[in-house]
């Protein structure tokens, strides 16, 4: 109750902009809640204590799934909408060029500047060519990969980096650690309107590929150390759909180590690869310690809504998988972190799971600013005031390779021609402990997962008859929440439903 009362007071205050807090919000690439220490899935290869301690001063999530890969998760980010929901947003050219027509799809941080906050981005950039300098941003360094593909794969260093809108310039030195100083430059008060409350989205590089960590932590990782492979990296991979039971993407070479076919020999080896992932890892920690860190200094900790979370995560071998993509939690589930010292509870984890699409109405919740439109998620902030309470709360996704918008619906794959090196398009709703996904694929399996008793979804228990009512509950709560978001996938998502139970599910509707 302590809580609750503390919220209304805090949100009935936010309605006056002197009283607004300031956001941070830092966005990892790729990152895995298994980089975390204090994540119950982590190996602890390395340990993030800096993370760790913004978790001790805030609300953890165990499980978030803030997208399906890089560029859809941005997108959402920054119209609060699901993939098939983002009108305009295309691929063009060489990969990963994208354009969006902003005035079909706005993004809302121009919305959060006619409110009275002064917006800023840093870092990665991959949505359009146009990366909103004095529309959505009134400050920005950022390193477009939808505008300057030819620098794209430069995770690490050598990055084209525009400032307001200017001509690109090459920098050099780690872009981890660029950036962090960057941040903490625009904390201090360098670039921004001080008479205003300020939201910065902070777009670090690390962990994506091409896992480069920083020269002073290459080493921390035992070269010699023995990891162990997932438990399904060459199994049989039984109840799951046929892209994954046939995935052979690790392959055992005359050294006897294994490699990813995907990648060339000198970064493909798994052990290297996964040594080398957890120690990007490192920078972003440090990182963290010191944006606090300069928060505090300057005395607007007590005044920050700071979240930390990544696009989404990544497999290392589970499900024979190395990538993102998949609706399995190690290909998805992100670490995301809440902290603002005073307004939400201290050490707190939640067992609530929550999507990427749910934080933004929480944003405009906090800052006391009304949504531009309608979004697919919930505002989260009752989760935040009663984190161990059993919220009412679930979590629809969705993958649809590169389309986007209403253009999903016509480009649905008819399943012919399965390619098994790719993943098949799904939707997927997850509440409580369970996991439904449904491939839309045409006579592909249903998967349902009981996540607290099975955590690596090995056992499909959508084929398992005694689990036939909680399979038919959460089809029904899947076909509800596409509904709701007015997606283009609502009927496919129906027919191949009806495919596995028959017309009657729907009989009562």
Sequence with gaps: ????????????????????????????DD?????????????????????????????????????????????????????????????????????????????????????GYHTAQIGKWHVNRNAGYGREWDYQKVWNRSKNVHNAGAYYDNQLISTNGGEEQLVKGYATDNYTEWAVDYIKGNGRDKNKPWFLWLCYTATHGAFIPAQRHDSIVDDNLKIPFPSDMFAPRVGKPEYVRKRNV???????????????????????????????????????????????????LNNTLVIYTSDQGFSWGQHGIQHKLAPYDASLASPLIFSFPGKI?????????????????????????????????????????????????????????????????????????????????????RKGQYKYVLNLIKGEVEELYNLKYDSEELY??????????????????????????????????????????????????
Excluded at 5 to 11: E, G, H, T
Excluded at 18 to 28: C, E, G
Excluded at 55 to 83: D, H, N
Excluded at 268 to 297: C, F, M, P, R
């Design 1 to 28: 109750m302590k809580f609750l009362v503390l919220l209304l007071v805090f949100f009935c205050g936010a309605l006056h902009a002197a009283d607004r807090p300031n956001i941070l919000y830092i966005f990892t």
């Design 31 to 115: 990152q895995s809640d298994r980089t975390v220490s204090s994540y119950e899935r982590s190996r602890r290869l390395v340990q993030t204590p800096n993370i760790d301690k913004l978790a001790r001063e805030g609300v953890r999530f165990r499980s978030a799934y803030i997208g399906t890969w890089c560029m859809p998760s941005r997108a959402t980010f920054l119209t609060g909408k699901l993939q098939y929901g983002i009108e305009s947003l295309r691929m063009v050219g060489k990969y990963p060029g994208a354009v969006i027509d902003s005035n079909k799809q706005p993004f809302w941080p121009k919305y959060f500047r006619q409110a």
């Design 250 to 300: 690790w392959v055992q070479r005359d050294d006897g180590k294994y490699y990813s076919n995907k990648r060339p020999p000198k970064n493909g080896e798994w052990h290297a690869s996964v040594k080398n992932y957890h120690e990007t890892a490192l920078g972003l920690d440090e990182g963290v310690g010191k944006i606090i860190q300069t928060l505090k200094d300057t005395g607007q």
């Design 345 to 429: 509870p201290k050490n707190k984890v939640t067992d609530t799971p929550v999507g990427g699409h749910d934080i933004v109405p929480t944003l405009f919740k906090f800052a006391g600013v009304e949504l531009p439109w309608k979004m697919h998620g919930k505002d989260i902030s009752p989760i935040l005031m009663q984190p161990e309470e059993e919220h009412d709360h679930g979590v629809l996704l969705a993958y649809t390779e590169r389309t986007f918008g209403s253009e999903t619906k016509s480009k649905i794959p008819k399943g012919d021609k399965l390619d098994v090196n790719a993943v098949n398009w799904w939707v997927s709703y």
């Design 460 to 509: 499909n228990l959508a084929q398992d008859a005694k689990h036939a009512d909680t399979l038919n509950r959460f089809r029904l709560m899947l076909i509800k929440e596409l509904q709701n978001t007015d997606s283009p996938l609502l009927d496919a998502a129906k027919e191949h439903m009806i495919y596995h139970s028959g017309p009657k599910l729907f009989a009562s509707q």
